[in-house]
């Protein structure tokens, strides 16, 4: 079982930037693929990111590609979202979660979540 808290949100200028951060408490952390989705109030979750196990593959929505980046670091149990040329259609709820599978960009594929975190980009 893993259990995952983000942080890093918060208020930010378009064009800035903005880390965020999923800590993770489990002994089987470095076997699990990791992803970033957010949500807005009154839409589905939707994928923005995703990290194999080893960090070896990532993938990206679209709409990030270029601009967020993911990465983890396993010896510190943490997987980060670099947020960078953030725009207003940026802001949502952001959410960490894990998989026991292999890595996905389906949100119903994993099996757990963190509480989300905040990002608002102002215009």
């Known amino acids: 079982q893993v259990q995952l808290v983000e942080s890093g949100g918060g208020l930010v200028q378009a064009g800035g930037s903005l880390r965020l951060s999923c800590a993770a408490s489990?002994?089987?952390?470095?076997?699990?693929?990791m992803g970033w989705f957010r949500q807005t109030s009154g839409k589905e979750r939707e994928f923005v990111a995703a990290?194999?196990?080893?960090?070896?593959?990532?993938y990206y929505a679209n709409s990030v590609k270029g601009r967020f980046t993911i990465s983890r670091d396993n010896a510190k149990n943490t997987v980060y979202l670099s947020m960078n040329s953030l725009k207003p259609e940026d802001t949502a709820v952001y959410y960490c979660a894990a998989r026991s599978g292999g890595t996905s960009t389906a949100p119903t594929d994993y099996n757990y979540w963190g509480q989300g975190t905040q990002v608002t980009v102002s215009s």
């Open positions: 990290i194999s196990a080893s960090a070896g593959i990532t």
């Open positions: 489990g002994r089987t952390f470095s076997s699990y693929p």
